[in-house]
């Protein structure tokens, strides 16, 4: 009987935090190819990315790490500059352009819940999930390893030769962030703690209040 209560509420943490965790992947390549397109860049389009199919944008190695850990990555969106009138400037802003939609997403579902606070477990759950994964979804892509949006961003803003140098090394940037994970995930040693958990909680209560943790300690107490 206790195990089966168990699995119960085990399930019940799936069922609020995989629909969470698809809608901020949906958003994130959705701005990503929807910003390449209105900048000149009809190749998301073409390849059928330009969709608010979540299934479209899986990837299953990144959606793992987003279930284990809590933040991981999508299957990026094709990009190719050389349809950008400045392909420099512009695929930075197509970088930018998938964590700032998790952001705003995080922001109004962190006005939700200091504007409208509808009394009931779940309501309280699904949103501070919504702030909290968004929030973590975005932080964790802006870092400056490859091939997450962040070194794309640097590269932007680096001078030419030193952005030529970076970019030499993008084939290190999956062994380097995976390096990361597994030292955090089974050496316990915190480096994302420190780089994504700390602006996580400080921007999730910005945007929220107490209510995001209310609610991330209602669902910790069901798994």
């Known amino acids: 009987m206790v195990e089966a209560s168990t699995f119960a509420s085990s399930a019940l943490v799936w069922v609020v935090r995989l629909p969470v965790i698809l809608f901020a992947i949906t958003i994130h390549e959705y701005a990503h190819g929807k910003a390449a397109y209105r900048?000149?860049?009809p190749t998301a389009k073409m390849h059928?990315?330009?969709?608010?199919?979540p299934f479209s944008h899986l990837d299953l190695l990144g959606a793992l790490c987003f279930l284990l850990v809590?933040?991981?990555w999508a299957k990026p969106v094709p990009v190719d500059p050389r349809y950008f009138r400045n392909p420099r400037r512009d695929n930075m802003l197509v970088s930018l352009a998938g964590p700032l939609s998790n952001l705003a997403a995080a922001f109004a579902a962190?006005?939700?819940?200091?504007l409208l606070p509808i009394p009931g477990e779940q309501y309280l759950m699904v949103l501070s999930q919504m702030?909290?994964?968004?929030?973590?979804?975005?932080?964790?892509?802006?870092l400056p390893i490859h091939p997450l949006d962040g070194s794309h961003v640097l590269e932007g803003?680096?001078?030419l030769r030193q952005a030529i140098t970076f970019r030499s090394w993008a084939r290190y940037g999956p062994m380097i962030l995976l390096g990361i994970i597994l030292l955090d995930s089974v050496g316990r040693v915190?480096?994302?703690?420190?780089l994504i958990g700390y602006p996580v909680w400080h921007l999730s209560f910005l945007f929220g209040g107490q209510s995001v943790f209310w609610g991330l300690r209602l669902l910790s107490m069901l798994g």
């Not at 702030?131 to 802006?142: G, R, T």
């Open 39 to 41: 900048l000149g860049d």
């Open 48 to 53: 059928g990315r330009l969709t608010f199919n």
């Open 70 to 72: 809590g933040f991981g």
């Open 110 to 114: 962190g006005l939700l819940l200091r």
């Open 131 to 142: 702030v909290i994964l968004n929030v973590a979804f975005a932080i964790f892509n802006l």
């Open 157 to 159: 803003l680096l001078p």
């Open 190 to 194: 915190g480096i994302l703690r420190v």
